[in-house]
């Protein structure tokens, strides 16, 4: 089946509930075709655009983050990142111009650069604020590693700890640029050493610090979510890391969604998120916390109406205040997007 079937999706229906709560997604992707696998077929403009509007919800503005997409083709390759940065910046100036919609698509952006350069990353790093002046807010850099053959390495084992990775962090902070992190959640103790050795640094932890429920960590739930409740504790210890709330149907969760015959509604995802998203807010507090889509990631599993509607019925019992900071206000303020 590919990434989020059209066909397959429509077999749950919904309409989006309490549509005027606006929403900053702060996690999506555009790519024509992916550096590394899985080789998802493209997801470009007019295909986020669609997701959105389709979807019911009131989503005002959007941050794109580097997926190794459109990356220039020759040149030294610490540079090769610039051309993300500069196609995305392009998309954005697309939508801006209104004929997609009201939506702000990219009004944030998010690329790439290699934080094992050390000192060294500030020359990529001023190209790419160069290539989108107005729009670009930091670097992802993932270091997801795990032992298991079941899981892709970002980079290498204990990069977070190095020293060139530490300063390439400080030159980050420097520049006040935020860096973006995926992993795994045996590697939370490692980030929040991290964290703590470079205070001035805005980290931003994706997809509720990477728990993993496949491999050997199948079957484990009580072990294994145990360790990533007092992972999150740890870094959420640490005032300068934000968490991203969502990123929960990629397989690597161990949630059986995208093998089924019709996909999981709203109130379903909600009851079985609910626990989950309720410790990270309990440890973070709502105004480090923002919910994301991770589209099209996530549509192996799920469409943007229904994950936007989980949301909402898990987060009714909090403040308007509340809620209007994990819907919004965290991402607009973490990404320095202008309401």
Known sequence: MPIGDPAWLQLTPETALEPAIPICDPHHHIWAQRHEPPAYQRYLLPDLVSDIQSSGHDVRSTVFIEVKAFYRTDGPEAMQPVGEVEHVDGVANEAASGKHGPTKIAAAIVGHADLKLGDGVAPVLEALQAASPGRFRGIRHATGWDASPELAKRDIQGVMSTAQYRAGARVLAKMGLTLDNSLYHPQLDELADLARAVPELTIVLNHIGGLVRVGPYANRDDT??????????????????????????????????HTRAKPIGSEELAQTLGSLMHYCIEKFGPNRCMFESNFPVDKVSYSYTVVFNAFKRLSKDYSTSERSALFHDTAARVYRIAV
């Open 224 to 257: 294994v979510l145990a360790e990533w409740r007092r992972g999150i504790a740890a870094v959420a210890a640490c005032p300068n890391v934000v968490l991203k709330l969502g990123g929960v149907g990629q397989k690597r969760f161990g949630f059986d969604w």
